[in-house]
């Protein structure tokens, strides 16, 4: 084997051990996966809800709700949106609120709701910042009033 040939073969298998580096299929796991999947949104979620049924400043808002029912839609939408194997059957964002005369602070409470129960089950910055900018973008189909 001349010297050309070792290195071509040589940095093919680099190549390869990079490749392999992460296990079958390279990607970094997704988002679903770091918040501990099925079991962690659905905790997550529980926590967070019992956070807004409690907060004076927009527990109104969901008198009439089925929290159940968005109960399971929240978990759907999270797992379907972090990368998890599911689909959100739920309505789209803007039907969902039009009804609501949502506000930003409004929008504010809730996420300040999300974050305390975040912290609570120790979701390191990376993930929440990760999950916020995945909510973050829904805030113009969602906020409809000044
Ligand atoms: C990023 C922020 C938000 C997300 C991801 C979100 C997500 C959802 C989802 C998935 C549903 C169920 C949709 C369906 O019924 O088909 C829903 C319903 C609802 N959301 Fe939100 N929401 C957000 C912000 C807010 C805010 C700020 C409020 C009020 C303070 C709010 C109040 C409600 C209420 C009252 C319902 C039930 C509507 C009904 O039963 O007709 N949401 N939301």
Redesign the pocket.
């Known amino acids: 084997m001349n010297a050309l040939s070792r290195l071509i073969l040589g940095t093919a298998f680099s190549l390869t051990l990079v490749a392999c580096a992460g296990g079958p299929g390279t990607r970094s796991p997704s988002l679903y996966d770091r918040l501990g999947g099925q079991p962690a949104i659905t905790a997550v979620v529980d926590d967070f809800v019992a956070n807004v049924a409690a907060d004076k400043r ?1 527990n109104a ?2 008198a ?3 929290i159940p ?2 109960k399971m ?2 978990v759907e ?1 999270i797992c379907a949106g972090t990368g998890g194997p599911c689909r959100y059957t ?2 789209d ?1 803007k039907s ?2 039009a ?2 005369k ?1 506000s930003q602070a ?2 504010a ?2 996420v300040e709701d999300l974050t305390r129960t975040l912290d609570k089950f120790k979701v390191p910055a990376r993930e929440q910042n990760e999950l916020i900018a995945i ?1 973050a973008p ?2 113009s189909d ?1 906020v409809t009033v000044k």
């Open positions: 927009i808002q969901f009439n709700t089925d029912r968005l839609l929240l939408q739920g309505r964002m969902a609120h009804h609501l949502i409004d929008f409470s809730l909510l829904m805030k969602i």
